[in-house]
């Protein structure tokens, strides 16, 4: 039986407030190198920017809260979706 926490999941997450311009996603990519999650941080032409990140349930809740708490001065709002892992990363970067 393969144990939920152990499950991978997808989330994609779309931080909005004053998340451009001030380190963000330099900031998430370091983050993200203290978790076993893959994916990609990239700013949006609106102003969010775009988290997408695979990894094991606990991984994924752990590493966005962490994201939470260190930028929470520039997050206004965030949105979650959850969707299986499709395994497509091998690492996780910062897109332009």
């Known amino acids: 039986m393969i144990d939920a ?23 998430v990519r370091g983050i993200a190198q203290r978790y076993d999650v893959q994916g990609f941080v990239q700013n949006l032409s609106d102003g969010r920017v775009l988290l997408v990140v695979e990894g094991a349930g606990r991984s994924l809740e752990a590493f966005i809260a962490a994201v939470r708490a260190e930028m929470e ?24």
Do not use: C, H
């Open 5 to 27: 926490d152990q499950t991978r999941e997808r989330r994609e997450v779309y931080f909005s407030g004053r998340v451009q311009g001030v380190g963000f996603r330099y900031t």
């Open 73 to 96: 001065r520039y997050i206004a709002d965030l949105q979650v979706t959850v969707q299986p892992a499709n395994g497509e990363f091998t690492d996780f970067e910062v897109r332009r």
